[in-house]
């Protein structure tokens, strides 16, 4: 037997992560979708909604995109329950049937289930095709359409299964909005409600004072939003393919969110679930020693008036929560506010005992309120 040679080589591969995306914000907006089309100019469109959202506005963007490209509209199931793998393979099935292609893009018409659903298609066909999100949810225009994580669930876990991709245009058009129910408006002012309370307090007075079928409100706030969002990344660069997985302001009460979302699914919009998320790490913040009680009470008060603190179902309890969010060896990392107003929150981990602590405060004043 001869000498087994070994060697180690190492080397880096060069990822240019930079990406320009363009975002238009304005009602009545087919005559720009045909221009960014143009841009992308694909060799066929694929129009991804869920079935609700079909029904209302398929038809009309379909018209718009076939005065100058092939379309096709493919259909999933509505809700948090079709953010999976299956609904991933049916759709490719469908792309492929349809001769999609590596020029062909994906427009996701809806909600953040959509926009996630066929954003992560999106990201993995061909290992990448062009995307342009057309979210029709306020929480989807506010949040999930100008972001980079695509993701799907797994049985178990939220999001657990995604990618990173930009999409290359996003269209927010409040004409949408008009048939959206009271609550999905209010589950997207949980997300404006969680910039407001990291970076700009007068804009939460503004959202508590906002007459919430108002498009004109409405677009004020996507703009307002859209804005202290860009200011967010361009202060904390390197947003994306994050190894060290720190958690920014973006992901406030979303640690909690996740879990509570995923215990009774379908049950609590993702803004309210976010909401109650975001008292109970304010708690938690406090507990560390960083914002004063009376904080924590004004964020509970606001959530309040603003209808998102919707009343928790029976499977939920604090020791339930705490244990989904602990399973395992999972070290949960939450993004924190150190102060009302201020954006530069801290990224922890937090041991169990500290958040089943501020489970039980949470749960408990929640009781008081129902009495
Ligand atoms: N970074 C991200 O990618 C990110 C950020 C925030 C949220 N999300 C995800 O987004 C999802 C929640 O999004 P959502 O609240 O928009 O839920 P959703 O997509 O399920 O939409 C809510 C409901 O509204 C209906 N609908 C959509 N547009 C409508 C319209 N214009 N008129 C009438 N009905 C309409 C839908 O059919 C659905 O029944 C969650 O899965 C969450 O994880 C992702
Ligand atoms: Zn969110």
């Not at 909604?49 to 398929?58: E, F, H, I, S």
């Not at 099935?93 to 999106?122: D, K, M, R, Y």
């Not at 008292?279 to 009376?294: N, P, Q």
Request: charged content about 20%; some cysteine.
């Amino acid at each position: 037997m001869g000498n087994v040679h070994t060697s180690d080589v190492s080397f880096s591969f060069r990822i240019n992560n930079q990406k320009e995306v363009q975002l238009h914000i304005g009602i009545n907006s087919s005559k720009i979708l045909l221009t960014l089309l143009g841009e992308i100019n694909p060799d066929k469109v694929f129009i991804i909604c869920d079935r609700n959202v079909a029904r209302l506005y398929a038809d009309q963007v379909s018209e718009t995109v076939s005065k100058k490209f092939p379309a096709h509209i493919i259909i999933h199931s509505p809700g948090e329950t079709s953010k999976n793998l299956v609904t991933i393979r049916e759709i490719s099935e469908e792309f492929f049937l349809h001769e999609g292609t590596s020029n062909s893009a994906v427009v996701a018409l809806g909600g953040g289930v959509t926009g996630n659903i066929a954003g992560f298609f999106a990201s993995i066909v061909f290992r990448g095709i062009k995307l342009m999100h057309i979210p029709t949810t306020l929480l989807a225009q506010l949040d999930s359409a100008a972001d980079v994580k695509q993701s799907v669930n797994s049985t178990t876990f939220k999001n657990a299964i995604g990618s990173y991709k930009a999409p290359d245009a996003v269209i927010i058009d409040p004409l949408f909005l008009k048939t959206l129910g009271d609550r999905e408006i209010r589950a997207g002012l949980s997300e404006a409600a969680k910039h407001g309370l990291a970076q700009d307090l007068e804009f939460v007075n503004y959202l508590l004072a906002c007459d919430i079928r108002s498009l004109d409100d409405l677009q004020k706030i996507i703009t307002k939003v859209i804005k202290l969002k860009i200011e967010h990344w361009e202060s904390t660069p390197a947003i994306w393919n994050d190894s060290l997985k720190t958690e920014r302001l973006t992901h406030l009460g979303h640690t909690t969110g996740k879990i509570l979302e995923m215990i009774d699914r379908n049950y609590l919009t993702h803004g309210e679930a976010i909401a109650h998320g975001m008292v109970i790490e304010a708690y938690i913040s406090h507990i560390l020693g960083h914002i004063d009680l009376g904080s924590v009470m004004k964020i509970y008060e606001i959530l309040l008036v603003l209808e998102l603190l919707y009343p928790l179902s029976d499977k939920y309890n604090p020791d339930y929560v705490t244990n989904q969010l602990y399973h395992g060896n999972n070290k949960p990392i939450f993004a924190l506010l150190v102060e009302l107003g201020n954006p530069q929150t801290i990224s922890t981990t937090v041991p169990k005992k500290v958040y089943l602590r501020a489970a039980r405060w949470y749960f408990s004043q929640l009781l008081m309120a129902k009495h």
